[in-house]
């Protein structure tokens, strides 16, 4: 089990970025595939972008392709996802999530399976 504690959210313009950051606990972290998620007001929990163990290996939602980019340092601990041009329906909570695997290449897109999550932190754009 990893603990998770995402930070980085905040008010923004439209049109501006961000940078979020998830500081995750204990070793291995390079054993863990991380995802972000996002969940906005009376919609479900969607996926956003997905980093390998290894961080050689990414992917993101179609509709998210272009303004999203996750990256990590696993020296760090840490994870990121970098925002721009963002839209004031970019806002959300996001969460980042982490799924232990031997597979250090692996991604997952479903939230079902990972076994990790942060608090999430809030997100707000204003138009």
């Known amino acids: 089990q990893v603990q998770l504690v995402e930070s980085g959210g905040g008010l923004v313009q439209a049109g501006g970025s961000l940078r979020l950051s998830c500081a995750a606990s204990?070793?291995?972290?390079?054993?863990?595939?991380m995802g972000w998620f996002r969940q906005a007001p009376g919609k479900e929990r969607e996926f956003v972008v997905a980093?390998?163990?290894?961080?050689?290996?990414?992917a993101a939602a179609d509709s998210m392709k272009g303004r999203f980019t996750i990256s990590r340092d696993n020296v760090k601990n840490t994870v990121y996802l970098q925002i721009i041009s963002l839209k004031p329906e970019d806002t959300a909570v996001y969460y980042c999530?982490?799924?232990?695997?031997?597979?250090?290449?692996?991604?997952?897109?479903?939230?079902?399976?990972?076994?990790?999550w942060g608090q999430g932190t809030q997100v707000t754009v204003s138009s």
């Open positions: 980093i390998s163990g290894s961080g050689g290996r990414t």
């Open positions: 999530a982490a799924k232990r695997t031997l597979n250090s290449a692996l991604y997952y897109r479903d939230q079902y399976s990972y076994d990790d």
């Open positions: 204990g070793r291995s972290f390079s054993s863990y595939a």
